[in-house]
């Protein structure tokens, strides 16, 4: 069975740096775009960016002076780092697998992060 | 920038009626990277169609897509109880670019 379980801090201060990891099982990292995508009401879907396999990185434009995806295969995990949030980074966060020519088959539950003092 | 559009908003329908929804983009994509998510409440999305109109595996026949260019379409033939969801077409080519969502709800 496959799982994606997104981990981390359901609250960061203002200024902080969001860390969250995902842990997959159940299916091999190889051949794969491991992903970051987050939704708020007001935004609704949003993608964050994407670690491939082989450790290629492409990141949504608006957030990648910011940002850091990393894998870390033999833990079969990878994580996200967004530093300097704002109250407009809160939102339900998702990891997931994004494999060509399929889309994104594979979601992790999503985490709720709130950004607060 | 790719922007993708979904109308309508919102579908009121009853169980056992069709639903066509609509996804435009504004600018010609490959269909080759069109993909269907149903998100019901509380949940991850779930991917419906990949291409455009592949069906991913387990999902039923009555989901089907359909189109090319700017104009794409997801079809349920039969609405079913738990088809009442949100709707979100996805371009996931060089950019990776989420439409607002369709809403089905219950009539």
Same mark, same amino acid.
């Given at each position: 069975?496959?799982?994606?379980?997104?981990?981390?801090?359901?609250?960061?201060?203002?200024?902080?740096?969001?860390?969250?990891?995902?842990?997959?099982?159940?299916?091999?990292?190889?051949?794969?775009?491991?992903?970051?995508?987050?939704?708020?009401?007001?935004?609704?879907?949003?993608?964050?960016?994407?670690?491939?396999?082989?450790?290629?990185?492409?990141?949504?434009?608006?957030?990648?002076?910011?940002?850091?995806?990393?894998?870390?295969?033999?833990?079969?995990?990878?994580?996200?780092?967004?530093?300097?949030?704002?109250?407009?980074?809160?939102?339900?966060?998702?990891?997931?697998?994004?494999?060509?020519?399929?889309?994104?088959?594979?979601?992790?539950?999503?985490?709720?992060?709130?950004?607060?003092? | 920038?790719?922007?993708?559009?979904?109308?309508?908003?919102?579908?009121?329908?009853?169980?056992?009626?069709?639903?066509?929804?609509?996804?435009?983009?504004?600018?010609?994509?490959?269909?080759?990277?069109?993909?269907?998510?149903?998100?019901?409440?509380?949940?991850?999305?779930?991917?419906?169609?990949?291409?455009?109109?592949?069906?991913?595996?387990?999902?039923?026949?009555?989901?089907?897509?359909?189109?090319?260019?700017?104009?794409?379409?997801?079809? $349920?033939?039969?609405?079913?109880?738990?088809?009442?969801?949100?709707?979100?077409?996805?371009?996931?080519?060089?950019?990776?670019?989420?439409?607002?969502?369709?809403?089905?709800? $219950?009539?």
């Amino acid at each position: 069975q496959v799982q994606l379980q997104e981990s981390g801090p359901g609250l960061v201060k203002p200024s902080d740096t969001l860390s969250l990891n995902c842990t997959v099982s159940g299916i091999s990292m190889s051949h794969s775009f491991w992903s970051w995508i987050r939704q708020t009401p007001g935004k609704g879907l949003e993608w964050i960016g994407y670690i491939h396999s082989d450790g290629t990185t492409d990141y949504n434009p608006s957030l990648k002076s910011r940002l850091t995806v990393s894998l870390d295969t033999s833990r079969t995990q990878f994580s996200l780092n967004l530093n300097s949030v704002t109250a407009a980074d809160a939102a339900i966060y998702y990891c997931a697998r994004l494999v060509y020519p399929y889309g994104i088959d594979f979601w992790g539950q999503g985490t709720l992060v709130t950004v607060s003092s | 920038e790719l922007v993708l559009t979904q109308s309508p908003g919102t579908l009121s329908l009853s169980p056992g009626e069709g639903a066509t929804l609509s996804c435009r983009a504004s600018q010609s994509v490959s269909s080759s990277y069109l993909g269907w998510y149903q998100q019901r409440p509380g949940q991850a999305p779930r991917l419906l169609i990949f291409g455009a109109s592949g069906r991913a595996t387990g999902i039923p026949d009555r989901f089907s897509g359909s189109g090319s260019g700017t104009d794409f379409t997801l079809t $349920i033939s039969r609405l079913e109880p738990e088809d009442f969801a949100v709707y979100y077409c996805q371009h996931y080519g060089s950019s990776f670019t989420f439409g607002p969502g369709t809403r089905v709800d $219950i009539k």
